[in-house]
Each structure stands twice: as structure tokens, then as C-alpha cells.
């Protein structure tokens, strides 16, 4: 399966908890102002990749503990994103994913498209929420906004409520 990436880092430690591997995704539709990856945001930018060739990429970064999913707007290509996360899950590998959506819009959006169901359920994390200049905070871990949050998937998911981490 193929996905359309504006790039990737092998190492980073400030896009979720620990080493992790990030995909930058190609395409949003969210602008939002301020944005530190405007460059993301034409669906028709970046470049398509084989998950083939991404899962090689992130077999060969030894000191990671995960994945992210980053942007772009990784719920525009759910159903690469999904398969892709089930493969790293098999690596034994965690997900992060950024979103400029809400946890209730993807729930909302979920309903109508398994493969947005299918994303968020591989998803350890979800850093949900637009970036806001106004609601700027970088002592905040992992997001960039006090408006956004950081969300445990599955716990969320089992509780019918959004459930967030601590860090």
C-alpha cells in the first residue's frame, strides 16, 4: 500500500514519549495559523512511499520505542496510515498520532469510515486539536497549544470518554 509523506525523522524525542520514528504525512486541510509544517499542507506535495519501504526505514532505527504519525493531517490518508500502524504494532513498536481533528470528530467521522476507525485503534496516543498561536505553551509535553491534548486511545475508547495522559 502506498502513502504520500513530506518526510520523516529517525530520531526524535519531541514527538511523543521516548525515541521515536515520525512520518510526516503530505496533505491537510486544516491551515491552521502558525503551523511549524505549512510545507505539509498541498495533498499533491511531498512524495508517494511503499509501507514496504517505510517499515524498512523504521526496522533499521535500533533505539526507537515507537512510531509517530504526524503532519500533514494523517486521518486524510487513514486506511495506508492504519495498515502501516498494524505492521509496526507486529514490531512490537507503539503509535503516536497528531491530529488537527478532535477525539469526538474522529469518533464522529469513525461512524461513517472504517478505515478512521481503524487508524485510531492502532493508535496508542492521539495528540488531538488545532494548533492555536493564541493558546502557544512549550512547556507542554508533546503538543504545542493548551488546547490540546493528549489522549489514551484505548482507554478512551473502553470508557466512552476521553481519558488523558499525564506526562
Request: glycine share 10%.
Amino acid at each position: 500500500m502506498k502513502l504520500r509523506i513530506s518526510g520523516y525523522d529517525k530520531e526524535s524525542v519531541v514527538d511523543g514519549p521516548g525515541i521515536r520514528f515520525v512520518i510526516f504525512t503530505q496533505g491537510c486541510p486544516h491551515h491552521c495559523d502558525g503551523c511549524h509544517n505549512p510545507e505539509t499542507w498541498d495533498f499533491t506535495g511531498g512524495r508517494e512511499v511503499e509501507e514496504d519501504e517505510v517499515l524498512e526505514m523504521i526496522r533499521s532505527s535500533r533505539l526507537i520505542k515507537g512510531v509517530t504519525f504526524s503532519g500533514g493531517e494523517p486521518f486524510a490518508q487513514p486506511g495506508p496510515l492504519a495498515s502501516l500502524g498494524r505492521r509496526i504494532k507486529e514490531m512490537g513498536l507503539d503509535i503516536v498520532t497528531y491530529t488537527g481533528y478532535t477525539f469526538e470528530e474522529i469518533l464522529k467521522k469513525s461512524r461513517r469510515d472504517q478505515d478512521i476507525r481503524d487508524l485510531l485503534e492502532v493508535s496508542d496516543l492521539l495528540v488531538d486539536g488545532r494548533y492555536i498561536r493564541e493558546e502557544r505553551d512549550l512547556s507542554l509535553a508533546f503538543r504545542g497549544s493548551r488546547n490540546q491534548r493528549v489522549i489514551k486511545v484505548a482507554e478512551s475508547l473502553n470508557a466512552g470518554k476521553v481519558i488523558e495522559a499525564e506526562f
